[in-house]
C-alpha cells in the first residue's frame, strides 16, 4: 500500500485505535508506519515520554515475550527493534530538552577485550532501548580501563560484557575483579553473556547475572535495576 494511503489511514484513527496498530507495526517492523504514527501523536500533543512508554516501550516488550518463547526469531527481532529505532529517531531530540524523561535504568554495554563479535551484544542493546533502558554501547575489544572510563561516565546501574570466544571468555573475571578491587561492586550490577557462556561460569566469576539470550537479559536487567538501586540507598 502506497505510504500516502497509509498516512491517511494512520491519520483516521483515534488514539486508542492508533497506539494498536502501532503495537502490531513495530511487531511487524514497519519504519514509516512508525515514524508516521509518531509524527501523528506528537502532532496532537501527546508528551514524547507517553508516546515512548506506550507506544514504543510496550510493542517492543510484546516483541520480547514472543522471541522468549519461541515465536519470534532473530531476524524478526531486529525489524522491529528498526522500527522502533525510527520513532526514537524522532523522539530523542524532544526527550533530550526534558527533565522529565522516564527510563528504565541506564546500561552500558561492550564486547571484551580481543574480542571482535558484536551481532549478540547489538541485539540485546537493542531489545534493551525496546524496554526503557538507555543503552550506552562501547563496541568491541573493550579493554578494563575502557568499562572503568564508561562507568565513571555514564554511572550505569549495570554493566554488560559480552563475548563468542572461549579464549576471551577469562576476560570478564579480570573485569569484574578489578571493579571489586575498586569498590565499584557496591553499586553496580554486572552481567555476562556470549554463546560459549553458562551459568557455572557466571557464578564462577562472580556475575550477578547471566542472560542466555537478549530476551532473558532484559527480563534480568529490569530485575537488577531495582538491587542497583538499593544498593545505591544503602551506601549513601
Known amino acids: 500500500m502506497p505510504d500516502n494511503e497509509d498516512t491517511i489511514i494512520l491519520e483516521d484513527l483515534n488514539d486508542g485505535d492508533l497506539v494498536e496498530q502501532m503495537h502490531d507495526d513495530i511487531y511487524d517492523g514497519l519504519v514509516d508506519e512508525i515514524e508516521q504514527g509518531t509524527k501523528i501523536l506528537l502532532n496532537r500533543g501527546w508528551d514524547a515520554n507517553n508516546v515512548l512508554t506506550e507506544v514504543l516501550v510496550e510493542g517492543m516488550r510484546v516483541v520480547g515475550v514472543d522471541f522468549r518463547d519461541g515465536i519470534l526469531f ?4 531486529l525489524l522491529s527493534a528498526n522500527a522502533m529505532k525510527g520513532g526514537m529517531g524522532l523522539l530523542r531530540p524532544i526527550l533530550a530538552q526534558s527533565d522529565n524523561i522516564a527510563s528504565t535504568g541506564k546500561y552500558v554495554i561492550g564486547t571484551v ?3 571482535i563479535h558484536d551481532i549478540g551484544k547489538n541485539l540485546v542493546g537493542m531489545m534493551l532501548e525496546g524496554a526503557g533502558f538507555e543503552v550506552v554501547d562501547l563496541g568491541i575489544n573493550n579493554s578494563v580501563e575502557d568499562y572503568l572510563h564508561a562507568i565513571d561516565k555514564h ?3 549495570i554493566l554488560g560484557m559480552s563475548a563468542l570466544l572461549t579464549t576471551t571468555m577469562p576476560y570478564m573475571k579480570v573485569v569484574i575483579e578489578e571493579l571489586d ?4 561492586l557496591k553499586q553496580l550490577h554486572v552481567m555476562v553473556g556470549g554463546a560459549p557462556l553458562n551459568q ?3 557464578d564462577a566469576i562472580n556475575s550477578d547475572a547471566y542472560g542466555r539470550d537478549a530476551a532473558v537479559s532484559v527480563e534480568l536487567a529490569k530485575a537488577l535495576v531495582g538491587k542497583t538501586q538499593g544498593r545505591v540507598l544503602e551506601a549513601m
Do not use: S, T
Not at 74 to 77: A, G
Not at 181 to 184: E, L, Y
Open 113 to 115: 577485550k580481543g574480542d
Open 155 to 157: 554511572q550505569p546501574h
Open 74 to 77: 532473530v531476524p524478526e527481532v
Open 181 to 184: 578491587k575498586r569498590g565499584i
Open 200 to 202: 557455572e561460569f557466571a
